[in-house]
């Protein structure tokens, strides 16, 4: 046994366990979010980004990502906005009308669709505009005593760090903790995450809540993130792709016990087979629409165990709960764990490169007229994590 982690304060909610699942597009929907709880309680749990002006013009799909399930709590939504006053009117709808217990900030984003528009992790680099926002939504938020936590990069490269001026903003706008993925726009997802800067963060920013966030595939990742940064708790993104009994393992070792799932191909195939039908009941029955969601998951799943190529190809195309069944009946379900063959990184890591930007982006951190216009844009057409 080990030292139990103190549990996470995120204003009035208290996490019993200090972690929190990353909000990713196309992967923390409902129907995700609930398999992952059922391993373990105690975290919070992001819905996928949505952005504020399609919150605000009630765009259907936007509403339906928003939804959560009736024993889910706290109901956690990110959104993403460059527009202080649509901003606040995403939050104002999201607490008046009882959709939100906590609201995060994506300015980590670095999504090329999203930075060249000015917004995701470009936008810190603009300091009266970032502040603006968080200004914003925390004044909405607070009023019906809903949290709000800011999720931000680095920075935008290595020559235009802002995570020490963005963090000092928010805390100074009142958002409850603060999250670091502690790399850079420019790597993408590529190269190591730098922990050493959320120690620094965490220690510009204390005694407010500092979250770390970036290469955590394991339980003893995330210990060993809390005790060289000193951070609060953990955001875990791609480490759970096709295990979502890492939060299992993470509830595990936060407790301060030994406790690890390793589960058997049988009973990843049942985990993968539930995924399916929540996903089918996300859409309303319609069983393609869910399959389809499904299909991006099954390498995740199966990594590291015997499957075979024709039989992960066949999966990958799969288009009823039926014919799933068919496919997983053609397992073996007493192939054991793998151990590190199925654990580590999942996920596409990518490559560095040149973060698109705005015209002049860079010139200055004080926003231009010309730029004013272009960010009003940004949020038309956004996706991405």
């Not at 590529?190 to 770390?212: F, N, T, Y």
């Not at 764990?337 to 860079?362: I, M, N, Q, Y």
């Amino acid at each position: 046994m080990s030292t139990p982690t103190p549990p996470l304060r995120i204003g009035r909610h208290t996490l019993g366990s200090p972690f929190v699942l990353a909000p990713m597009a196309g992967i923390t929907n409902r129907a995700f979010r609930r398999l992952c709880r059922e391993y373990a309680g105690g975290g919070a749990y992001v819905s996928e980004m949505v952005t504020s002006r399609a919150l605000v013009e009630r765009h259907p799909e936007t509403m339906r990502l928003v939804e959560h399930d009736p024993d889910e709590h706290p109901r956690s939504v990110q959104l993403y906005g460059v527009d202080p006053v649509v901003m606040a009117a995403a939050v104002r709808l999201l607490v008046e009308e009882d959709r939100a217990d906590h609201i995060d900030l994506n300015v980590g984003c670095p999504v090329p669709k999203v930075t060249r528009k000015g917004g995701g992790a470009a936008l810190p680099w603009k300091k009266d505009l970032f502040a603006a926002i968080v200004r914003a939504a925390v004044r909405e938020a607070s009023r019906y005593d809903v949290p709000v936590t800011v999720k931000m990069r680095l920075g935008i490269d290595e020559d235009h760090l802002t995570f020490l001026d963005a963090g000092r903003a928010a805390r100074d706008a009142g958002v409850a903790a603060v999250a670091l993925h502690a790399r850079t726009a420019a790597q993408h997802y590529s190269g190591h995450a730098r922990w050493e800067e959320i120690a620094r963060l965490k220690e510009a920013l204390d005694p407010l809540p500092v979250l770390g966030n970036g290469d955590i595939w394991s339980a003893e990742d995330a210990l060993a993130m809390v005790a060289q940064t000193g951070c609060d708790g953990v955001v875990v993104g791609r480490g759970c792709l096709g295990r979502p009994w890492l939060f299992a393992d993470l509830a595990a070792a936060f407790a301060g016990s030994p406790s690890r799932v390793t589960p058997a191909l049988g009973e990843v195939a049942a985990a993968l087979r539930r995924h399916a039908t929540y996903l089918v009941e996300m859409y309303d029955g319609e069983e393609l629409l869910g399959c389809r969601d499904l299909r991006k998951h099954i390498a995740w799943y199966l990594k590291g165990f015997p499957a075979g190529s024709t039989l992960r190809t066949e999966l990958a195309l799969v288009d009823s709960l039926d014919r799933l069944d068919d496919l997983l009946a053609r397992l073996d379900p007493s192939a054991p764990w793998p151990g590190s063959d199925a654990e580590g990184p999942r996920g596409r890591a990518g490559t560095p490169k040149t973060v698109a930007l705005p015209e002049g982006w860079l010139d200055s951190q004080e926003l231009t007229a010309a730029q004013r216009v272009l960010v009003g844009q940004a949020e038309l057409s956004v996706s991405g994590g």
